[in-house]
């Protein structure tokens, strides 16, 4: 793993934390059994893309929104919606995540977004994913 792509990763976790305070503890990479809902999880692949004077990467991060149902009048659709909503105002179109080593030149939604109820009735898994490209120096 590359020092922009640790970058990346601690800026997107951070945004998260601070934009949804309602999970800010819980944002994983790989979750564990028994955790807390609402939580996110996320995953991300990285593109090299060369360039003559720096290095840049495209990172696509797809993140997974767990919510539950609370009760009978509480939706975890609705839920999973609002949290899927503050991830959008958190990054889409805003090319301000901080790097030490590099630049966020784009943050863009990639346009994908999915609501898949779980198994138990009550979780709702809702996933939506972002392009992200950085530069880093040469």
Not at 83 to 112: H, M, P, R
Request: hydrophobic share 35%.
């Amino acid at each position: 793993m590359t020092d922009i792509t640790k970058e990346v990763i601690i800026a997107v976790v951070s945004r998260i934390r601070s934009q949804i305070t309602e999970i800010s503890n819980r944002i994983y990479f790989e979750p564990q059994q028994k955790t807390a809902f609402p939580y996110i999880s996320y995953r991300f692949d990285v593109n090299d893309v060369p360039m003559k004077t720096v290095q840049g990467q495209e990172f696509i991060f797809t993140f997974s929104v767990f919510t539950q149902r609370e009760s009978l009048s509480s939706s975890a659709i609705e839920s999973a919606s609002e949290i899927t909503s503050k991830l959008y105002d958190a990054f889409d179109k805003n090319n301000d995540l901080t790097l030490t080593q590099g630049e966020v030149v784009c943050c863009n939604w990639d346009g994908f977004q999915r609501a898949i109820p779980e198994e138990d009735g009550r979780t709702v898994q809702m996933v939506t994913r972002f392009k992200i490209f950085a530069t880093n120096s040469i």
